[in-house]
């Protein structure tokens, strides 16, 4: 019974794995690393207006954008339908204070009668749209999320079933009529509302994605809180101590600004959250010699498995 035990133990974790795999279906990856670049095998960027990098969930500076209401900051994106039909699966970090309606993400014409929107509606998370019955949906989370700390959401169009996340914890679900959700005329527009240019976001948002497939349970949990590693205020403000040098990287960094202590360990993420790297940490150089170019998250950990501090980096071409 024993060897059967350790088997099982052994299979969970690879099955769990098995079930992750952020790159399929991925349609914007939008890292908000100072520019509205998407890093997606869509690549269709977007233009920002106002914007300005900040400090992003992993402490980095310019890892984020601030968006000011008052000045009308705003992402804008093409009107690529980017493969969508009837169904998508909206991800993003964000964090304000302001209480007023805002959009978040969205691509929404009422004249066609498509179109979604990820909004904040009476301080709480909003999935919007229409698909074409001529009908407008709309429901709600049950968190509040305009306490000025960051928050991670999922909205989920599965043709009639319409789902959403807020901070890896399943919120409410509503059944609508079967429709087409596409829509070609609409911008993906980050950060304000399209079609009446107002409602405009006022504060900080980083890793926005889209999917034209539903998120499981198990993606949804390691982009909220595997990669995150449940990130709050006070977490946030220890990991910015934490520094890696030199960045951008060519061949290895080292990790300055954190406590000696014994027993550290290393983990480094690719932009679509996978651990690429971990390896025990000595205050040794960390070779990335054989990473392709592009942005990483490097995580210093302690035995129990507890967060040292995290950093963001660029490799560059050797």
Known sequence: MKKYFILFAILIPVFLKAQINLTSGLIAYFQMNGNGNDTSIVNIDGTVVGAVPTIGINGGPSTALHFNAANQNKLTAGTSNRGLTNTVSISCWFKTSNTSLQHLVEKYDWNTDKGFVLDIYNQKICLAGRNGTTNYYEFYGTTIVTDGLWHHVVGIMDDNVWTIYVDCAFQST?????????????????????????????????????????????????????????????????????????????????????????????????????????????????????????????????????????????????
């Open 174 to 318: 509503k059944t609508t009529t079967s429709g087409n959700i596409a829509n070609g005329s609409a911008p993906l527009a980050i950060g304000y509302y399209y079609v009446g240019s107002n409602l405009y976001f006022d504060g900080d948002m980083d890793e926005v994605r889209l999917y034209d497939r539903v998120l499981n349970t198990a993606e949804i949990n390691y982009l909220c809180d595997v990669v995150s590693n449940s990130v709050s205020e006070t977490s946030i403000s220890n990991l910015n101590e934490m520094v890696v040098f030199p960045n951008p990287v060519s061949n290895q960094f080292t990790i300055g600004n954190v406590k000696p202590a014994s027993n550290l360990f290393v983990k480094v993420y690719d932009s679509f959250g996978r651990i690429i790297l971990q390896v025990p940490y000595n205050s040794s150089e960390v070779s990335v010699e054989k990473f392709s170019t592009g942005f990483y998250i490097v995580e210093l950990s302690d035995s129990k498995g507890l967060l040292v501090g995290r950093a963001k980096f660029l490799k560059n071409k050797d």
